[in-house]
């Protein structure tokens, strides 16, 4: 309705404008008053507006043609893309004049202009609503670039596990080795647990002491940035491995880390997705055995050596932070090469840090011990404690800066 009252009194303003212009010339155009010679009139507006072709001489697909330059002057008015007054004014009267030129020939050819220019008006909505909504999708998808860029959560590794099919393999050191046999499938990490995780979750359960929010001891060094979670100010290496921990307070961290998995609570449930990907509600998680963590280590039995590939050290440099080349500090996560472990049906991942940066707390006990057994090596460590087969020990009330952890996860 807005669109035919405007069409409706644009029209008219031009055919009254046109005609009040020729009335200077002592003749009136369009005025059924005092009606004047088609061709009089036709000669005094081509005579207005300049050299152009005469219109009285143009064929039908000419006007027709001609009537479309008029529909898209209408638009440029219409949008007013002029310097200043006088030369829209100069505008409208062109055009005024050029339409009544037309209407003059036959009264169809003002019918043929109000569905032309319906047309276009319709057609340019279109691109125009189109334009705004690819706009507000572009500048959406951007806003949405810029929040994940900007949220903390994006500056650490996602928590990308791996399920490992079930397999048999000889576990230990050589010359002490003993078949394993790994019965159910699992999930295990394919990095070693960093200082964003950790912090994020620790928030999310409620932590308010900073100790024990970020408690590593390479909390600060090159790649340290302080960040505002929830309002609680914490400092961090983001992707540098959570260490300083004891199997204490891991055990305390993964049961209240599997209380939020089964929680109902829809912001906690989008947390853990957004932390881990595949994360379902339920899903269980803990420490590996030592048989999980040395199962994955030995690329499900295949590798029989000391190191994964051979029994000497001069690769392993390309895969582990040990003490030659880490400068006795953390680096961070999935720096080295990764170790593509068969997961099974001869599928292959990338498993990294697996040897060296920290050593790796384990479920289980040391032999028959109080205390439990921690594998891989570390930074601090020479080459040969990121072994396969090797082995140590520490009290689970202890923690250290050269030691941390990756998770295991199961389904119910």
Known sequence: MKFQLFLFLFITAAVFFSCSTVQKNNVVCGDTRAPANQSQCLNLFENSIGNHVRISEMTEPQILKYIDSLVIEQFKIQSNKYENKNQFNQAVETFSKALNKIILIDQKYLDIFKQKFAEKWTDENIKSTNKIKKEREHNKEKQRIIEESLEPMNMAKKMIFFEIKPGQFLMGEQGQQKSKKIKKSFYMMNTQFTQMMWVRLQIAMGETDLNKINPSKFKLGDESINLRIENIEIELQPDHP????????????????NILSKSNDLKMQNLLKHLSPDHQKNDVYDLPTETQWEFVMRDRGQAKDNFFDKSDDSEISNYAWHSGNSDRKTHAVARKLPRMIDVGDGARQPFYDLEGNVWEWTKNFFDKTDSRAKRGGSYYDTPDHTQSGHRDSIYPIHGYGNLGFRLI????
């Open 409 to 412: 996860r199961v389904r119910p």
């Open 242 to 257: 959570i260490e300083n921990v004891s199997w204490n307070d891991i055990t305390n961290f993964i049961k209240k880390l």
